[in-house]
């Protein structure tokens, strides 16, 4: 019974996974700049790969056909979401601060850049 | 139960196909670098997570250690090509 | 189920023509850069589908990690843009 429970969440929670994956995609194609477009890249990168890991990961615990070595499995696959529950934050943000400081992205319609009134107009 | 997990998951992958490839529309057409480099971040990213999907399909547990290992070396790239423009930016 | 695998695989493969192509055509040396590491990505799917997750632990460090980080140092010592 209990296999049952943590199989019917764990596949719950891949396919919020595919929907999170869609929504970062739709997003990452029409969004019209770059630092709006790293809203819908974080936004990909947890929705669409911690979640779905950690789906994964109560499904082997509960799918008994694969033998012992699904606890691996399960535990690679939440040290890994965890692990990617830092990183791709960290990356994100390094991208976009190289991006702003080397001036390869413009920040076109923007009202007030307080940053570079900071500073110094530079 | 066997029987669930793979007609879901059967359901569940073209979907994700799919997804990978309008995030390849975006690193083709990407005007400026820090776009491509997004894009490809999150791609890398999404597919970690699919092959720890596929490795259930596949029966096979060992795999999933791919998925890591793909996992931390794309935030490698994005950490070199961070560190190319601000040390373009800085005049070295 | 091997029909699916199959598609997977036909998908990568042609995902890994194209970002070929357009390593070779990039005027800016740093997008080449970045579309050898989708090729790359595609392989690794391809060889995963396979069944041979030893190749895809090798594989993955040269050619995602090793080869672009070699690749920045060199585009870093010599100039970006291609004449």
Redesign the interface.
């Known amino acids: 019974m209990i296999?049952?429970i943590l199989?019917a969440i764990g596949?719950t929670l891949?396919?919020v996974?595919?929907f999170y994956?869609?929504i970062?995609?739709?997003g990452?194609?029409r969004l019209p700049n770059?630092f709006t477009?790293?809203h819908a890249?974080t936004a990909?990168?947890i929705g669409?790969?911690?979640v779905?890991?950690i789906g994964?990961a109560l499904?082997?615990l509960?799918?008994?056909?694969?033998?012992p070595?699904?606890f691996?499995?399960a535990g690679?696959?939440f040290?890994?979401s965890i692990?990617?529950m830092i990183?791709?934050q960290?990356?994100?943000h390094?991208?976009?601060?190289?991006?702003y400081?080397?001036?390869?992205?413009r920040v076109e319609p923007a009202l007030h850049d307080a940053l570079k009134e900071r500073e110094g107009g530079g | 139960m066997e029987s669930i997990v793979t007609s879901v998951l059967t359901v569940l992958i073209p979907l994700y196909v799919t997804s990978f490839l309008i995030y390849v529309v975006r690193v083709v057409k990407g005007p400026t670098l820090p776009d491509r480099v997004l894009a490809v971040d999150s791609l890398g990213y999404d597919i970690a997570a699919f092959m720890v999907v596929l490795s259930i399909l596949l029966k096979s547990p060992l795999m999933v250690v791919c998925g890591l290992s793909l996992a931390l070396w794309i935030y490698a790239l994005d950490i070199y090509v961070a560190k190319f423009l601000e040390a373009r930016e800085m005049g070295g | 189920m091997e029909t699916l695998f199959l598609f997977i695989a036909t998908v990568a493969a042609l995902l890994s023509v194209v970002a070929t192509y357009l390593a070779i055509r990039a005027r800016d040396m740093l997008s080449a850069v970045i579309f050898s590491a989708v090729q790359s990505t595609a392989y690794a799917i391809m060889f995963y589908i396979f069944m041979a997750p030893d190749i895809v632990l090798v594989y993955i460090p040269v050619s995602v990690g090793v080869l672009p980080a070699v690749t920045i140092l060199l585009i870093k010592r010599t100039e970006r843009y291609e004449r």
């Open positions: 296999d049952l199989v596949l891949i396919a996974g595919v994956d869609f970062g995609a739709i990452l194609l770059f477009r790293l890249a990909g990168a669409g790969a911690v779905p890991m994964a499904v082997a509960g799918a008994d056909y694969l033998g070595p699904r691996f499995l690679a696959a040290a890994s692990l990617l990183l791709s960290a990356g994100s390094a991208i976009a601060r190289a991006a400081l080397s001036g390869e992205a």
